[in-house]
């Protein structure tokens, strides 16, 4: 059975996530020089923070590229002369409604073209403003809850972590958005990220044992 866009890419997201996850926790043991024990209890609270954030950022990004198309329809002017028309005589009788007349003639032709203020506005509202927002607070509000925290605690963690992550974010995800934004489809673009993401992903591993 083949699955949507929205399900492979959500799965494949996860499963870099869960492998993030195991690569930060060897890492951690390696770094106090002891023995590696799986934490089932963090790999399974960061498998659920996955299975929630890939469908959130899915139709995030689905929503950035209905706002801010990273293609337009632009009209170009061509020219020819009645030697291409052996070549171009279909296209070119359906532009002028019949043959055109003998000389040089310029016909009106659509072509697709990158948009690329709206790229810059996609790739400024992901990484730099709403997009590192939502995703540093659903992070620290999902793992708090997972851990049993009350409110007043997770207000904390928002008010003292969610900056210097973000700040951090600002190291990795501004070059990794612009290529995800520009050249990848939407509907793999959570995958792309997740890979390019996956020493973040271990970062926040780390940030997630120390909640």
């Not at 929630?52 to 929503?63: M, T």
């Not at 992070?139 to 700040?167: A, N, S, Y």
Request: one cysteine or more.
């Amino acid at each position: 059975m083949k699955l949507s866009p929205f399900a492979s890419s959500c799965l494949l997201a996860l499963l870099i996530d869960c492998c993030s996850n195991i690569i930060a926790q060897r890492l951690k043991a390696y770094k106090l020089d002891v023995p590696f024990v799986f934490d089932r209890v963090l790999f399974f609270q960061f498998l659920v923070m996955g299975a929630i954030g890939g469908p959130v950022n899915f139709h995030w990004q689905s929503w950035l590229e209905r706002t801010f198309p990273g293609w337009k329809t632009v009209g170009r002017k061509r020219e020819f002369t009645t030697l291409d028309t052996e070549e171009k005589g279909v296209s070119l009788a359906i532009q002028y409604e019949g043959s055109p007349g003998p000389g040089l003639h310029t016909y009106k032709e659509e072509v697709r073209v990158r948009n690329w203020w709206n790229i810059f506005c996609k790739w400024f509202t992901d990484c730099i403003t709403m997009g590192a927002l939502l995703n540093t607070t659903l992070f620290l509000v999902v793992m708090g809850v997972l851990k049993g925290k009350p409110w007043p605690q997770i207000g904390f963690d928002l008010r003292t972590e969610m900056w210097p992550i973000i700040w951090d974010s600002y190291k990795v995800w501004p070059v990794a958005n612009f290529f995800s934004t520009t050249y990848c489809p939407v509907e793999r673009r959570i995958v792309f990220l997740s890979c390019c993401g996956l020493l973040w992903n271990i970062y926040l591993s780390l940030v997630a044992a120390r909640l």
